[in-house]
């Protein structure tokens, strides 16, 4: 019998999970542009929050999630996340993967911000993104096909507005090639290299979301972004991130006199919610403080954060001599995206988000820290339980748009457009400057433009979104200002 075609986007955790779980019985193709580690959970140097040990249970884990998202969350999907949450932890233990241990055996648990206690599972000390996307990686059955380097440009639906395939463009030779499918994922993660400072992979620029967009798909909460208060900072460049686990292991953020900026702003300190430190790191940065992270109180640094040192030795940070890190907020994590329901499922049939580029609203307003791999493997299993319960009753013609000419629009240069969203999309935002960013980009015309590489494609998208954004923004500020008056 011939399988059912499922197309994945993106092959970090959300996207490789949902690959294994279909490979049986399904016939999985799965797409990256670039190589295959490069995503953001791969980067991931935190964990996964899970309520396993013994003085730990889901109810603490679902209470810290409401209160880091200000009760904006869908219970429903926290409920899911923190009772599932356990059971995604043993499964991974039964499959071979091995989370760090105390010399006598027992698991590791890490603190980071707005936990109750600490419950944050890592690997390799701060590269449990990277070993797990490994893991699932090697698991792949020769059955699933890995398109490395290919790019997906654009979604194609069938006569009665169901999903039916996609075109993809392979990044090295500009080829376009047409694929037919059943069903088709999204897992692309979220927005960051919109922001030229960001905790992203550079190739983080919202494709999947700017493609369910230009196909009519339902959007939500598109301006929630996170920022993480501590990326670190070489030469005015944000060169990547420096876990809040460290802040966990006792590091605090003091500024260039060594005055502590967080000990008097929440009962938490320096392991406040991540936007309450994004937010006096921000408001320290415009009153002219230089920040740092002071890691004094570290010990055994290189051997907990084996990732970061490399990065900090990489940019010859001396931290071994200084004790501290120059960090700056910028860019993490996007809690809204493609609206789907608790099973993936978005309005267009057969179209399905998961992970960042999905908006359930299990983070609510603010994520808690080491949820979203938490996410992609909760939401991703069900969404390939929801494909498993879904027949497709007829075979798929998908409509293939005809070449247009004499396309006019042009697209901005990257660090021109980056720059343009920092203004108006950052920690602290103003009708007037989200007018500028929906401006600047109504003068590209960009939707008219002709696109033919990935990196056009990508300013494309990245403009698709801005706009999307700052609408949305827009929306929010204006409900803001409603409720004051
Ligand atoms: C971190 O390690 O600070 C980031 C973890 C997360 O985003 O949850």
Not at 15 to 39: N, R
Not at 86 to 95: D, G, Q, Y
Not at 411 to 416: F, I, S
Request: aromatic share 6%.
């Amino acid at each position: 019998m011939v399988k059912e075609k499922v197309i994945i986007l993106g092959a970090g955790i959300a996207g490789s999970q949902t690959a294994l779980e279909l490979a049986q019985d399904y016939d999985v193709h799965i797409f990256t542009k670039s190589d295959p580690l490069a995503s953001n959970s791969a980067l991931a140097q935190g964990g996964i929050a899970a309520a396993v040990h013994p003085d730990d249970e889901p109810l603490s884990h679902y209470r810290d999630t409401l209160i880091a998202g200000h009760f904006e969350n869908n219970r429903k999907a926290v409920r899911l996340l923190v009772e599932e949450a356990p059971h995604i932890i043993e499964e991974l233990h039964r499959e071979g993967f091995i989370f760090d241990q105390t010399s006598k055996g027992k698991l590791l648990f890490g603190l980071e911000g707005a936990h109750s206690m600490p419950r944050i599972l890592h690997a390799g000390g701060d590269q449990t993104g990277l070993l797990l996307t490994r893991f699932l990686h090697d698991h792949f059955p020769a059955t699933v096909q890995f398109h490395q380097h290919e790019m997906a440009t654009s979604i194609l639906l069938d006569e009665y507005g169901h999903v039916a395939g996609i075109r993809t463009l392979t990044t090295k030779d500009g080829h376009c090639h047409f694929y037919h499918c059943d069903h088709l994922i999204i897992a692309t993660g979220g927005i960051g290299q919109i922001f030229g400072s960001t905790s992203n992979d550079l190739s983080i620029t919202g494709d999947g979301i700017a493609m369910a967009i230009q196909i009519g798909a339902r959007v939500s909460d598109l301006s929630a972004i996170q920022f993480h208060p501590t990326l670190y900072f070489a030469n005015g460049h944000a060169v990547g991130l420096v876990s809040e686990a460290v802040r966990g292991q006792g590091a605090v953020l003091v500024d260039q006199n060594d005055r502590r900026l967080m000990a008097e702003e929440h009962p938490l300190a320096d392991l406040a919610p991540r936007d309450v430190v994004s937010s006096v790191l921000f408001r320290a940065q415009n009153a002219g403080c230089t920040i740092f992270l002071d890691i004094s109180a570290v010990t055994d640094f290189e051997t907990k954060f084996p990732q970061i040192t490399a990065m900090l030795d990489k940019n010859q940070e001396p931290f071994r001599l200084t004790k501290k890190i120059p960090v700056q907020p910028g860019a993490h994590f996007l809690m809204g995206g493609i609206s789907t329901n608790l099973s993936g499922q978005t309005s267009i049939p057969d179209l399905y988000a998961i992970g960042e580029a999905a908006s359930t609203g299990v983070h609510g307003s603010n994520r808690l820290a080491s949820n979203s791999l938490l996410e992609a493997f909760v939401f991703s299993k069900r969404a390939a339980d929801q494909i498993k319960r879904t027949k497709v009753a007829y075979k798929k013609m998908a409509i293939i748009p005809k070449k247009t000419k004499g396309l006019q629009g042009t697209l901005p240069e990257k660090a021109v457009l980056q720059e343009k969203v920092r203004q108006a999309l950052g920690i602290e935002r103003s009708e007037k400057t989200l007018n500028d960013l929906l401006c600047f980009l109504a003068t590209h015309s960009f939707l008219n433009c002709q696109v033919t590489n990935k990196d056009m494609l990508e300013r494309r998208n990245m403009c698709i979104l801005a706009a999307k954004m700052a609408d949305n923004a827009l929306v929010q500020l204006q409900r803001v200002e409603t409720e004051m008056r």
